[in-house]
């Protein structure tokens, strides 16, 4: 089922009372965790572009919220389709997850990440670089880091490490996880921005900028005054969300559920 446009809303959610806006000068798409699903994202990215061509012809910049791998079956995969969109002069901005951090570490030879690299989604990522699980699970951490530093291309390590903390355009951040609230965006620690849960999604005042965010998986999009979430568990849901932004009006695109 394909869900290509869930809600068109304009909402008085500024901290002024006025709407967040990203400029009427552009169109922004932010997408949620992909985790390996390269079936889904490139579903998505088509949707983006039929989307894209019924508006006026605008600026278009593509953000990605991190935790690109793990968990899905094509994490290698999807990191080459996103290098070459990178690549290619596209206007994308690329924000970092807890998971590009831990697989970064992993592959430059901690072995103290390795398990909790394993733990977390890791061996179907190392299957998509062609170590098959019958074989990673007779590997202690040890073995697993090593034949990481000699399998996993270096290119592709660095380029996950390059991806930013976070992105603000307009009246709108966003990031991968959230941020600690009343901390100002500058003074925000990266651990916070790529881990946080509890403090930032229960918070129920007003942050600085609306924050677009992922990590937290929830069955549909949280629109809420203060945050929106679009992680809605791809890698097993089969929906894979992105949100639509052009002025004050925000929309959202979904593929449908496996």
Do not use: C
């Not at 806006?21 to 798409?29: A, K, L, N, P, W």
């Amino acid at each position: 089922m394909v869900l290509p446009m869930l809600k068109f809303l304009r909402r008085s959610d500024g901290v002024d009372g006025t709407p967040p806006s990203v400029g009427d000068d552009r169109r922004i798409y932010a997408i949620g965790d992909i985790h390996g699903r390269l079936d889904l994202l490139d579903q998505l990215l088509g949707m983006l572009v039929a989307d894209n061509a019924l508006r006026p012809t605008k600026q278009r910049r593509l953000i990605l919220l991190g935790d690109l791998i793990d968990r899905g079956p094509h994490s290698a995969q999807v990191i080459e389709r996103v290098r070459a969109l990178h690549g290619s002069g596209g206007n994308i901005g690329l924000v970092k997850g807890n998971h590009e951090e831990i697989f970064v570490m992993a592959a430059r030879g901690d072995q103290g990440a390795v398990g909790f690299f394993r733990r977390i989604g890791g061996v179907e990522t190392l299957a998509s670089y062609g170590l098959p699980p019958s074989l990673s699970a007779d590997m202690d951490d040890q073995a697993i880091a090593h034949w990481m530093l000699n399998h996993i291309p270096r290119a592709d390590v660095d380029f996950l490490d390059s991806f930013v903390d976070h992105m603000t355009v307009g009246d709108y951040l966003f990031v991968h996880a959230g941020i600690r609230p009343r901390v100002a965006i500058a003074e925000q620690r990266p651990s916070d921005l790529r881990w946080i849960r509890g403090d930032f999604l229960n918070h129920a005042g007003r942050h600085d900028k609306m924050v677009v965010h992922g990590h937290s998986i929830t069955p549909e999009v949280e629109n809420l005054t203060n945050r929106i979430g679009i992680d809605t568990g791809a890698y097993y849901s089969g929906r894979l969300t992105a949100i639509g932004l052009e002025g004050a009006d925000r929309w959202f695109l979904q593929t449908g559920e496996n």
